[in-house]
């Protein structure tokens, strides 16, 4: 039991690059998460996938964009890379979006650097 | 708008005595708290949390306090060890089940 998976763990773009990073979960979870952290921000929402086939907005999803490819999988697109950009990208997943549910857990993260 | 605060960055504590982490939150629809750890290169895992409808709850080592009154939340690890040296994360959900997360409150156990 793999738990939550994230390629790639370390990339460096230049600015106006494009990339996509992958997150798979092994755990039969319907919700699945991205989140960015960074320094004295804690993490935050990018966006989410309540279940498969569904995505929506958190709180900073301007210049990303996601797909639910199955349940399994969910990446995180970034279509033209800004400075901004440079953050640890996490992915997260749960067994269902809703009151009183149970823990995210959490992938290993992915270093992004963007110059 | 950060909903969520950890005001305290980091901490320092000596093996054996009790680390007090505090977090507070301004939105009253939040119904449940959760605590996360988070070492160094690894993704956050969760610890303990708490619902709305409880003040106290417990496990081993760590407690987690809600004041709602106050809309603030206290997590206690007693008695602190080495392996407690993390960052530590308060959360928030609303019955929708999106978190908010705090800034982060590194501790260092010192021996």
């Known amino acids: 039991n793999a738990g939550v998976t994230q390629t790639p763990k370390f990339q460096v773009l230049k600015t106006g690059q494009s990339m996509t990073l992958q997150c798979a979960q092994d755990?039969?979870?319907?919700?699945m998460y991205w989140y960015r952290q960074d320094p004295g921000m804690g993490l935050r929402l990018i966006y989410y996938s309540a279940s498969e086939g569904t995505t929506d907005k958190g709180e900073v999803p301007n210049g990303y964009n996601v797909s639910r490819l199955n349940k399994r999988e969910f990446s995180l697109r970034l279509e033209s890379a800004a400075p901004s950009q440079t953050s640890v990208y996490f992915c997260?997943?749960?067994?269902?979006?809703?009151?009183?549910?149970?823990?995210?857990?959490f992938g290993p993260g992915t270093r992004l650097t963007v110059l | 708008d950060q909903q969520v605060k950890q005001n305290s960055p980091s901490l320092s504590v000596q093996e054996g005595r009790i680390s007090i982490l505090n977090c507070d939150y301004t939105n009253s629809m939040f119904d449940y708290f959760l605590w996360y750890k988070k070492y160094p290169a690894e993704g956050p895992t969760f610890l303990i949390s708490i619902s709305s409808i409880k003040d106290k709850n417990e496990d081993g080592r760590f407690t987690v306090f809600l004041n709602k009154s106050a809309k603030h939340l206290s997590l206690h690890i007693v008695p602190s060890q080495p392996g407690d040296s993390a960052v530590y994360f308060c959360a928030a959900s609303n019955s929708w089940g999106k978190f908010q997360f705090g800034a982060g409150t590194q501790v260092v156990v010192t021996p």
């Open positions: 997260a997943s749960k067994q269902t979006q809703g009151p009183f549910t149970d823990t995210q857990y």
């Open positions: 755990m039969n979870h319907n919700s």
